[in-house]
């Protein structure tokens, strides 16, 4: 009788070890838990975006989805991480202090890495090119960048509409001497769209924008004309936090392989083209 029950909580011993050894279905998932990544992340399991949703083709609402260039990169990293995507939709002005206090894990929002935010943030490798460029009214006597600097030589009331806290805005507001036109001649909306509406009321001369948004505002309505000239080029990356290097060397390499791979090319192509027909 002794080896009997000695057999039974043997078997029975045996049986719970198996049990644990074989896991859970949320484990058997494939996306890591809290205690097993090595990334920080904001969320287990999810790889959290910022983004601020007014950037077509970069970023805007769907319905009720956000859908764009970021949007389709940002869905293609997190698989290649084996995370699950949330977007989370905010200001433009409030991204890089989201992702510098860890409130998400990294910013998409056809972002370029200035020196001014790699105080803050870290930047990834470069994804896309980007163009600032300047929308005027159909029938502006504005053809050029330079007709603008003109203006100001004539003592005109120049105004310049840009995106709070955008490039554009910084480039704007600086002096001439250093390329801007001066903070007195900019004004600063919450939004590209905001500032468009801006200059079809005649509220202001011109919109500095980035080319891709600007040729789909331009596209939408035919009182507006984009200017031939481009006024700055430059180069868009990833934000993240400097505090968390495991994600961001995670992030590089995907980057990196979905650059080799023309998974990148492939996105821009499909949003650009779109935005062009």
Do not use: W
Request: hydrophobic share 45%; with cysteine.
């Amino acid at each position: 009788m002794m080896k009997k029950l000695l057999s039974i909580l043997l078997a029975v011993g045996m049986s719970v070890a198996l049990m644990g050894c074989g896991g859970s279905p949320s484990v058997s998932s494939g996306v890591p838990s809290a205690d097993s990544s090595p990334l920080h992340l904001a969320q287990a399991g999810v790889l959290t975006m910022a983004t601020s949703a007014a950037f077509p083709p970069y970023e805007s609402y769907d319905g009720e989805n956000i859908v764009g260039i970021d949007a389709d990169l940002a869905a293609a990293l997190a698989e290649r991480l084996g995370l699950q995507l949330k977007i989370v939709d905010m200001d433009f002005g409030s991204l890089i202090g989201a992702v510098e206090t860890g409130k998400v894990d990294l910013c998409m929002a056809g972002m370029t890495a200035s020196p001014e935010r790699a105080k803050n943030v870290n930047f990834s490798t470069s994804y896309a090119t980007g163009i600032q460029a300047v929308i005027v009214g159909e029938h502006s006597d504005i053809r050029t960048v330079e007709d603008l600097y003109a203006m100001l030589d004539e003592g005109k009331d120049l105004l310049v509409g840009t995106q709070e806290a955008t490039t554009g805005y910084l480039y704007a507001t600086k002096s001439v001497e250093e390329g801007g036109f001066g903070e007195n001649h900019v004004v600063g909306f919450q939004n590209g769209a905001a500032a468009v509406q801006a200059l079809m009321l005649g509220k202001i001369d011109c919109v500095i924008i980035d080319n891709q948004p600007a040729k789909e505002f331009v596209a939408a309505n035919r009182a507006l004309r984009l200017l031939d000239t481009e006024y700055v080029s430059e180069e868009y990356a990833i934000a993240l936090p400097k505090t968390n290097a495991a994600l961001e060397e995670a992030v590089n390499q995907a980057l990196a392989e979905l650059l080799e791979d023309g998974t990148v090319q492939t996105i821009l192509d499909k949003h650009i083209h779109a935005a062009e027909e």
